[in-house]
């Protein structure tokens, strides 16, 4: 328990722009949503498009990293027809939230998602396989949607936020 009270105060979270990171700090967030494995392609490019980026750091060094994706209605809509579940094609969606292996347990993809959701009065919403990230939207107030459907590594489903 004691360790897990250090973490609080080992960590700083905060909101960014991809164009504030330099381009080292932002090539160590794609490492770290590419190391996740549940994002396909130039996670570079997707992290540069993002409408708003969530960064944790330890002793300055970036460990964590969500973001809020750019509405997309498109794929929104892709969405609503595999899980089943329809829902406006307009809602943000949360995402790319991975935390660095050696900082796992430490609750920081908690406070990636609280960051990202801080003051925002907007519906979200979020797909995942991750038994993990499931607990994390849970307590971010998200509730699981529709039925599931085959993604690249498992089962993925939808998740809302209101």
Known sequence: MLARLLGEFRYAVSTRAAADLSAAELE???AL?????AVRGDTKAKLQRAAELAVATCLGNIVGVGAIKLVRPDYALKIAKRSGFDFPSET???GYVSVDGNHKDNG???RITAQLLKD???PFFATTDDKYM???????GFTCQGGE???DRGQLS???RA
């Open 28 to 30: 160590t967030c794609a």
């Open 33 to 37: 949503v590419r190391n996740g494995l």
């Open 92 to 94: 943000p969606e949360l």
């Open 108 to 110: 920081l993809s908690g």
């Open 120 to 122: 925002k009065k907007t």
């Open 134 to 140: 499931k607990s994390t939207l849970i307590k971010a």
């Open 149 to 151: 459907w085959e993604g």
């Open 158 to 160: 939808l998740w809302l």
